[in-house]
């Protein structure tokens, strides 16, 4: 059995795992992120030493009790502060709406956390590019189960590590099909891969700088570093912009109607540089879009 690793972090601040790890959840089914009956969080991930398994536990006093396995167990338990937002830092924010000002009170927990890692948040944000959500997450269950291997350690059934950037270059144009993958988000993930070590100096640059390396890739534009950069590094005002929901819930909680990227640019600009912590709070306090006009159709790449 895969030797096990472990830590004891005792934590300056409350920590709410449910909501801290959220947006590293892709769906209710992900392979990579799962929590069991006892209310521990398991996850998976690449790190530059191997794969890892690292479940986490909120115990008695705040005390926060990980556990890992894996060639990558040591790095996945260093990560754990940042994992849960020690780094963080929401010196100066200010709330200038009300709706924000709201959340934020309802979700004094919420901290953005940080991977530390760039290739594993990047493969669903490319598969997330332009196709519905429930495409998207049928796509990362089959990637990590047919690419991916299977968990180190004694976690759940049916967890699996994301695919490695060789693991991604080893696909074949037939297996792409069946997975659902089209043909600019497999040339995006192809040519990440094949710079998937340069890219995770993102995480160093951070910010701006950090998005823009990601942004040399070709099929990886402003949405999609956005959304890697608020899971690799927690990056505090990296917008989605470009997403199909984000400006309308943005905008009906902020003023009360849907607004485009413009709009939504506008309302947010005296949140630089926490922009996305705006998001963040809104979306975690609930607030959506009404639940009516056009859809994107669900589309089957697999039957083309």
Sequence with gaps: MT?????????????????????????????????????????????????AT???????????????????????????????????????????HDAVAWARRRLPLLRLGATGRVWDVLIPAVLEQKVTGHEARRSW????????????GPAPAGMRVPPTPAAIRSIVE??????????ARRRALLGAAAVAHRLEKAVELRGAEGRALLRKVPGIGVW???????????????????????????GHALVGRALDDEGMHAELAPYAPQRQRVVRYLEAAGF?????GPRHAVRDYRAI
């Design 3 to 51: 030797p096990e690793s472990a830590r004891v972090w005792e934590p300056t601040f409350p920590v709410d795992l449910a909501t801290g790890l959220a947006p590293l959840r892709r769906g209710r089914a992900d392979p990579c992120l799962r929590k069991d009956d006892a209310g521990r969080v398991w996850l998976t991930g690449n790190t530059a030493e191997g794969a």
């Design 224 to 250: 999609t570093a956005a959304e890697i950069a608020q899971r690799a590094w927690g990056d505090p005002d990296a917008v989605s912009f470009g997403d199909f929901h984000i400006p309308a819930v943005v």
């Design 141 to 152: 269950r089959e990637l990590c189960r047919w690419f991916g291997e299977p968990a180190p």
């Design 288 to 292: 959506s879009r009404p639940r009516f």
């Design 54 to 96: 690292l479940v986490l536990a909120c115990r008695t006093g705040g005390v926060v009790e990980a556990k890992a396995w894996g060639r990558g167990a040591r790095i996945m338990l260093d990560g754990v502060p940042a994992l849960l937002g020690a780094d963080d830092d929401d010196t100066g924010f200010v709330a200038h």
């Design 174 to 183: 037939w297996n792409w099909h069946k997975l659902g993958v089209d043909l």
